[in-house]
């Protein structure tokens, strides 16, 4: 039919974020400290008879629940990276493990919440040196966590991934570039680039070490000035901050789920550069694939059409862009 672009011969659609594999090796190590962790509390809970221990320990193993939920995302995303099945790959799994994740955090801050208005209303007491003590070497593991997939945050932005396709002659390319010609770096692109996978496992942590610095200043305040209410004050608003992380995470994977247009400015470069050559974009498609790697499908109207390999061309250099497709089609006349 004239005017369609079919597709090329066959290629393959990974869109892995840029430390995939470093990333998925993190989140391990760091589910490995969490669940040691929360054995030791509940085992030592249970042998002491301390509620508080036992509580502490229960509540990890929601975290250490999530932490899996963002490791085993990886790993089938990894192993499932080629599977014809997925239309443009499995980049995308990661948002979903991390809008899953996100709903057990808003658990988690509702669990905190509800928990720590029934403490206010009926008091319990608290063995404060014992609590102390094991909230501090909970803050100590969490941010030992934290440090690693925040470490594993900071490596993803600062690489760039390709994966070395050759070009295509039939207006179905992928293309590789995470450099903007034009100078705007990472800055502009970075929600587009983040991985809210890794992004969901490091706030399960972060949630876990703000509530153990909470803690110990409340307990510390109750020890030394026999304020019983700071404890649970101090949960309510660890609950209200926790539950505003994980919304901001809801609606950052439910954006990618939904094919939102990741970032505005690709969108306009790409008209930009387009209607720069004399031709119309009548249709345009833009959504994040994957962490760092967008898909656009672009039509265009010519009067003087040229092969879509060329208009391709012209988009080549865009930060993110890994995989387009363009049609080109004559005007419609008139009558």
Known sequence: MPGTVHLSPRHDHVFL???HAENERRTWIVIALTATMMVAEIVAGTIFGSMALVADGWHMSTHAAALAIAAFAYRFARRHARDPRFSFGTGKLGDLAAFASALVLALVALFIGWESVMRLVQPVPIVFGQAIAVAVLGLAVNLASAWLLREGHDHAHGQSHAHGHAPHAQGHDDHHHHHDD??????????AGRDNNLRAAYLHVLADAFTSVLAIVALVGGSLYGWIWLDPMMGIVGALVIAHWSF???RASGAVLLDTVPDRSLAEGIAARLAADGVEVADLHLWQVGPGHCSAIV?????DPKPPAAYKALLSGLPMLSHVTVEVNPPVAVA
Do not use: D, E, R
């Open 17 to 19: 974020g840029a430390a």
């Open 248 to 250: 901001g995470l809801l």
């Open 182 to 191: 034009a100078g705007h770096g990472h800055h502009h692109h970075a929600q």
């Open 299 to 303: 039509s265009v109207v010519a009067t």
